[in-house]
């Protein structure tokens, strides 16, 4: 099946920095990737859509100045967490595929990200 | 989409079958019915889709029933590694439903 990457897998950073995390579609070409944010014992919950060559698309309640997404390549999304506090350590998932990707949905592994 | 509902946990011992429910009453003719999994500390895995016929992968079977209003998910002979939260989620194919959304799952505990 399809193959969707991560990176980093875990993180630490801390209060005040940014941090970024990539989101790679390794075997197919993805217009548009996920992200998702998990919280401990939580179901996965909707951050973003991210549009290759466009603006994301954000959920409502998630701040677009906070979480930039970038989508500069098809098989490339990026989630940079500016100015990164404690309450935004979460466990941060992409995915991608639909058609492009034999119309089934792929995840990526999943990022830790721990903001001290 | 249409909203799905599960149980929020089960058990199994291992190497039993495993039958998660999924009811799905308000699923449109169009929608297909996805279950994923997550494993503790990993994103969701896909296991298997279907429309209206039964499927059957290396992983699992799905038995979807006649009026397509429920189905069922079938880990022939459930291993420890097995244990997972399991979603079932329904989505129309096209380019405007790739958005999965996760509603709470079923959390599946086998043990030996």
């Known amino acids: 099946g399809a193959v969707v990457s991560q990176h980093p897998s875990w993180v630490i950073c801390k209060s005040g920095t940014s941090v970024k995390i990539e989101c790679r579609s390794l075997d197919f070409q993805a217009t548009t990737m996920f992200w998702y944010r998990q919280f401990p014992k939580q179901s996965l919950m909707l951050m973003a859509t991210?549009?290759?060559?466009?603006?994301?698309?954000?959920e409502q309640g998630v701040e677009k100045d906070k979480f930039l997404i970038n989508h500069a390549s098809l098989t490339l999304s990026t989630l940079t967490v500016t100015s990164a506090h404690p309450e935004d350590s979460s466990f941060y998932i992409c995915?991608?595929?639909?058609?492009?990707?034999?119309?089934?949905?792929?995840f990526g592994e999943g990022s830790w990200l721990t903001v001290v | 989409d249409a909203k799905t509902t599960q149980p929020p946990s089960m058990d199994c011992a291992e190497g039993r079958a495993a039958n998660l429910p999924c009811n799905h009453s308000?699923?449109?003719?169009?929608?297909?019915v996805y279950w994923y999994r997550q494993i503790h500390s990993q994103g969701p895995q896909y296991i298997i889709h279907g429309l209206k016929n039964n499927e059957t992968n290396e992983m699992a079977s799905l038995i979807i029933t006649e009026d397509r209003k429920s189905s069922t998910l079938i880990l022939p002979h459930a291993t420890l590694r097995d244990t997972a939260v399991y979603y079932c989620i329904v989505r129309a194919p096209g380019p405007n439903t790739d958005k999965l959304i996760f509603g709470t799952g079923t959390r599946l505990q086998v043990f030996p």
């Open positions: 991210s549009n290759e060559g466009s603006k994301a698309t954000y």
């Open positions: 308000t699923i449109s003719g169009n929608e297909y």
């Open positions: 995915s991608a595929g639909g058609l492009s990707g034999g119309n089934t949905i792929y």
